[in-house]
């Protein structure tokens, strides 16, 4: 163990295993450990570093921002979130307003808040949420509530309003729930993230929206992980065409500060009444700022585009590779810079791949045991696919003593 892992262990809750690498700085794709190793990050903190790290457009606004005020509560008027709060409207859901947190479970729980002022309003008897079965949606109580992934939830003490867990892509199934009870709302990942990288089909999506306009309820997608670019649009539900009422959004959206929020369409953006919610740091005026640059880079400086191209490449190489070695990799799942390879090896083999790339400079991360997930800055650029590729065919034909095709 390194001096920094004992320490680690010594003076931090174990609530994660951490990877034995302490970093020291970072800069475009790349991070560098204490040690002076340079890793190749398709893991983006979690799909937060959506533009690679120390972008010079963040790095501008941090610097602006940084030398005219840090935090002022939500009392006064904060130029940067008004700024950003625009914007995002008008690039989802027109009409609507913004609501700013600090993380995507607060965001959750704005969401939970907001469902249930809007039954309380409306008086019509409708109430709780439908949910997928190995959902994610956060870790505070509320948003744990919503959270379907029985090792996340299990064991911690439950909040009583109802939720109605139905299976991914199932629209039968969402049919027979909104018949038998009166949810009011439904709430998706359109790619479900720490459940496994799994993509929601059009059809269900669509279904969805048709389901809630039949029985008048909300349609929630929960963007924290998918939003920002992540899937090769701003937010994954442009990917086709209909319109949710509300939007969960976190992750990538502070340029790297905490920051989060939800956007509701017209039909909810009055909901929430003064002193219905609130919280003392969001929006940070700094972590605004930086949401601001974020937008600059994705939408007017042409980083969307550059990325979703970027994915395409990583997709068919990937691709290319799942064909070639059938008996190690099942398929690809996700969309964009979101990617789940689901391998026929055991979790074991899996941490052992991470690990050996990990020794390479690559940072990959596992997920639902044997999925390795990926979640590469838009800015990956071609040397870097190359890199990943060649190291990780090198492992398969070097360790998993497997030939070509089978
Ligand atoms: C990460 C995540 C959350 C929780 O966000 P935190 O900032 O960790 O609280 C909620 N929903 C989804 C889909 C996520 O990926």
């Not at 947190?101 to 808040?113: D, H, L």
């Not at 939003?227 to 990917?239: C, D, E, M, V, W």
């Not at 009444?273 to 974020?294: E, I, K």
């Not at 490449?313 to 990617?339: C, H, N, R, T």
Request: hydrophobic share 40%; with cysteine; net charge negative.
């Amino acid at each position: 163990m390194t001096q920094w892992q004992i320490l680690d262990q010594t003076y931090i809750m174990s609530t994660v295993k951490r990877l034995p690498i302490a970093i020291d700085r970072a800069e475009g794709n790349y991070l560098y450990d204490t040690e002076g190793n340079k890793y190749l990050d398709l893991f983006t903190g979690l799909a937060v570093n959506t533009l690679g790290h120390l972008h010079p457009r963040i790095m501008k606004a941090l610097e602006e921002q940084s030398h005219r005020f840090l935090h002022i509560s939500n009392l006064f008027l904060n130029p940067p979130a008004i700024q950003l709060a625009k914007r995002l409207v008008e690039h989802t859901l027109s009409g609507g307003k913004v609501f700013f947190s600090n993380s995507g479970a607060e965001a959750t729980e704005a969401a939970i808040k907001l469902i249930d002022r809007w039954t309380t309003r409306e008086q019509n008897g409708k109430s709780g949420i439908v949910v997928l079965k190995n959902s994610f949606h956060g870790r505070t109580l509320g948003a744990l509530r919503l959270t379907r992934q029985p090792s996340v939830y299990q064991d911690f003490p439950t909040l009583s309003f109802p939720i109605y867990e139905i299976k991914a892509n199932d629209i039968d199934d969402l049919e027979e729930v909104c018949q038998r009870h009166q949810p009011a709302a439904v709430l998706v990942e359109p790619v479900l993230g720490a459940g496994g990288v799994i993509t929601l089909t059009e059809e269900f999506l669509t279904a969805i929206r048709r389901i809630c306009d039949e029985h008048q309820m909300i349609f929630a997608v929960d963007e924290i992980q998918t939003g920002i670019g992540r899937t090769g649009k701003l937010f994954a539900y442009q990917h086709f065409n209909f319109q949710p009422d509300l939007i969960l959004f976190a992750k990538g959206i502070g340029g790297g500060l905490p920051l989060g929020g939800i956007i509701a369409g017209p039909n909810l953006a009055d909901v929430f009444q003064p002193g219905d919610h609130g919280t003392t740091f969001a929006p940070s005026p700094l972590s605004a700022a930086l949401g601001n640059a974020v937008l600059d880079v994705l939408l007017e400086e042409g980083q969307l585009e550059r990325g979703r191209q970027a994915a395409e490449k990583l997709w068919s190489q990937l691709q290319a590779l799942q064909e070639k070695y059938p008996q190690v990799f099942a398929y690809i799942d996700g969309k964009g810079m979101m990617l789940g390879i689901r391998t026929h090896l055991s979790a074991e083999e899996v941490k052992q791949l991470q690990l050996n790339l990990l020794k390479q400079g690559i940072l990959v991360n596992v997920t639902a045991k044997t999925v390795i997930r990926l979640l590469p800055p838009l800015t990956l650029n071609d040397e870097d696919i190359q890199f990943f590729i060649k190291t990780l065919e090198n492992y398969i034909t070097d360790h998993l003593s497997v030939k070509e095709g089978k």
